[in-house]
C-alpha cells in the first residue's frame, strides 16, 4: 500500500498521457484535426522536448547554453542523411540522430564546459554557429539551399520521443545524479568541496540535453519536408532559452507549459506578420513583469496538488484546521 502511494502520481501521469494519446490518434485518423491544427500540435511536441532538454542543461545543472539549435541541427541532418542519402530506416534515423547530438554535446562539453556563466554562453553560441555555417558549405546535405526530407513523422512518433523524453529528464532529476546537478547549480564551489565530481556531470548533463534535441531535429526533419541551415540559427536557441527562462528555471512543468503556450502564441499570430513579434514580444514582457521567476518558478505541477492536499489536511472531528 505504501509503495502504490508513492507511485500512484506516476501511474496516474501514464494513464492520463497514454489516454491523450488515443484522444488525438482518432481525431487525426477520423480527420476531425485538420493539417494546421496537426502541424500545430507537432511542432509544438518539438519545442517541448527542446524546452525539456534544455532545462535540463540550464534550470537543473546552470550551465548558460545558448547553442541548443546546433545540436537540433546536428540531429535533423544525421536523420536526414540516413533515411535520404543511406536509404535506412526512420527509426535508424531517429537513433542516429540523438547519437550524433550526444557526440557533438560531447565534443564541445568537455572542453567549454570548464568556463562558466557569460564565457560559457559565448562558447555554445559560437558552437551553433559554426555547425550552421558547416551546414552552409557543405554540398552532400544542400549547402544554403537545404536537403528535401521525406515525411515519415508520425504522431505514435512523436508521443513516444516526447513521452520518453520527460520521463527520462524527469526520473534523471529526482535521482541522486539529478540531486548533484542541483547542487552544481546552487554552488559549484561548495558540491566540488563535498567530493562530486562537478565536470562528470556537467558534461553528462549537457550530452542528455544534446541527445534529446538531436531526437527532435529528426522529427522536425521528417515532418517539415525541407530543412536548410537558415532553420537553425541562434534566433532558434533563444527561442528555445525563453521556454525555459519563462517557464521558471529549475522547472520540468514550468518548460512543457512555457513550451506550448508560446507555440500556441506565435502559430496564432502568423496571420498578422507585421505585428507579429511586437505582441508576441509584449506578453513575454507582460509575463516577466508580474511574475519574474517564471510561470511555475522553481514548482512543479505535482507540487501544486500535494499543496492542497496539506492544506485540506489536519482537520480535527470540531471541524478546525490543526495545521499551522
Same mark, same amino acid.
Given at each position: 500500500?505504501?509503495?502504490?502511494?508513492?507511485?500512484?502520481?506516476?501511474?496516474?501521469?501514464?494513464?492520463?498521457?497514454?489516454?491523450?494519446?488515443?484522444?488525438?490518434?482518432?481525431?487525426?485518423?477520423?480527420?476531425?484535426?485538420?493539417?494546421?491544427?496537426?502541424?500545430?500540435?507537432?511542432?509544438?511536441?518539438?519545442?517541448?522536448?527542446? *524546452?525539456?532538454?534544455?532545462?535540463?542543461?540550464?534550470?537543473?545543472?546552470?550551465?548558460?547554453?545558448?547553442?541548443?539549435?546546433?545540436?537540433?541541427?546536428?540531429?535533423?541532418?544525421?536523420?536526414?542523411?540516413?533515411?535520404?542519402?543511406?536509404?535506412?530506416?526512420?527509426?535508424?534515423?531517429?537513433?542516429?540522430?540523438?547519437?550524433?547530438?550526444?557526440?557533438?554535446?560531447?565534443?564541445?562539453?568537455?572542453?567549454?564546459?570548464?568556463?562558466?556563466?557569460?564565457?560559457?554562453?559565448?562558447?555554445?553560441?559560437?558552437? @551553433?554557429?559554426?555547425?550552421?555555417?558547416?551546414?552552409?558549405?557543405?554540398? %552532400?546535405?544542400?549547402?544554403?539551399?537545404?536537403?528535401?526530407?521525406?515525411?515519415?513523422?508520425?504522431?505514435?512518433?512523436?508521443?513516444?520521443?516526447?513521452?520518453?523524453?520527460?520521463?527520462?529528464?524527469?526520473?534523471?532529476?529526482?535521482?541522486?545524479?539529478?540531486?548533484?546537478?542541483?547542487?552544481?547549480?546552487?554552488?559549484?564551489?561548495?558540491?566540488?568541496?563535498? @567530493?562530486?565530481?562537478?565536470?562528470?556531470?556537467?558534461?553528462?548533463?549537457?550530452?542528455?540535453?544534446?541527445?534529446?534535441?538531436?531526437?527532435? @531535429?529528426?522529427?522536425?526533419?521528417?515532418?517539415?519536408?525541407?530543412?536548410?541551415?537558415?532553420?537553425?540559427?541562434?534566433?532558434?536557441?533563444?527561442?528555445?532559452?525563453?521556454?525555459?527562462?519563462?517557464?521558471?528555471?529549475?522547472?520540468?512543468?514550468?518548460?512543457?507549459?512555457?513550451?506550448?503556450?508560446?507555440?500556441?502564441?506565435?502559430?496564432?499570430?502568423?496571420? %498578422?506578420?507585421?505585428?507579429?513579434?511586437?505582441? %508576441?514580444?509584449?506578453?513575454?514582457?507582460?509575463?516577466?513583469?508580474?511574475?519574474?521567476?517564471?510561470?511555475?518558478?522553481?514548482?512543479?505541477?505535482?507540487?501544486?496538488?500535494?499543496?492542497?492536499?496539506? *492544506?485540506?489536511?489536519?482537520?480535527?472531528?470540531?471541524?478546525?484546521?490543526?495545521?499551522?
Amino acid at each position: 500500500m505504501a509503495t502504490w502511494k508513492r507511485t500512484s502520481g506516476f501511474w496516474v501521469s501514464v494513464i492520463l498521457a497514454f489516454s491523450f494519446f488515443v484522444v488525438v490518434e482518432w481525431l487525426i485518423a477520423s480527420g476531425t484535426l485538420n493539417i494546421f491544427y496537426v502541424n500545430t500540435l507537432f511542432f509544438m511536441a518539438i519545442n517541448v522536448i527542446l *524546452a525539456v532538454s534544455l532545462h535540463l542543461i540550464i534550470g537543473i545543472t546552470g550551465q548558460f547554453s545558448i547553442g541548443h539549435a546546433g545540436f537540433f541541427a546536428v540531429g535533423a541532418y544525421a536523420s536526414a542523411i540516413m533515411t535520404m542519402k543511406l536509404q535506412l530506416p526512420f527509426a535508424a534515423g531517429v537513433l542516429a540522430a540523438g547519437v550524433a547530438a550526444a557526440l557533438a554535446g560531447l565534443i564541445i562539453g568537455v572542453p567549454s564546459l570548464r568556463l562558466k556563466g557569460d564565457y560559457l554562453a559565448i562558447a555554445t553560441l559560437g558552437f @551553433g554557429e559554426i555547425v550552421r555555417i558547416a551546414l552552409l558549405n557543405i554540398d %552532400y546535405v544542400g549547402g544554403a539551399s537545404g536537403m528535401t526530407v521525406t515525411h515519415m513523422t508520425t504522431w505514435p512518433w512523436v508521443f513516444a520521443c516526447l513521452f520518453a523524453t520527460i520521463l527520462v529528464i524527469a526520473n534523471f532529476t529526482n535521482s541522486t545524479h539529478g540531486r548533484a546537478c542541483i547542487s552544481i547549480r546552487e554552488d559549484e564551489i561548495a558540491a566540488d568541496a563535498m @567530493g562530486i565530481n562537478t565536470t562528470y556531470y556537467k558534461v553528462a548533463a549537457f550530452v542528455i540535453g544534446s541527445f534529446f534535441a538531436g531526437i527532435a @531535429g529528426a522529427l522536425y526533419a521528417h515532418h517539415f519536408y525541407i530543412i536548410q541551415p537558415s532553420n537553425f540559427g541562434f534566433l532558434k536557441s533563444f527561442d528555445i532559452l525563453i521556454f525555459v527562462v519563462l517557464g521558471g528555471l529549475g522547472s520540468l512543468s514550468g518548460a512543457v507549459v512555457a513550451a506550448v503556450l508560446l507555440t500556441i502564441v506565435s502559430t496564432f499570430l502568423q496571420n %498578422y506578420p507585421e505585428t507579429r513579434m511586437i505582441i %508576441y514580444s509584449i506578453v513575454l514582457i507582460l509575463v516577466m513583469l508580474y511574475r519574474p521567476t517564471g510561470l511555475m518558478g522553481t514548482k512543479e505541477l505535482s507540487s501544486l496538488f500535494k499543496w492542497r492536499k496539506a *492544506a485540506q489536511g489536519g482537520m480535527n472531528h470540531g471541524g478546525k484546521n490543526t495545521v499551522a
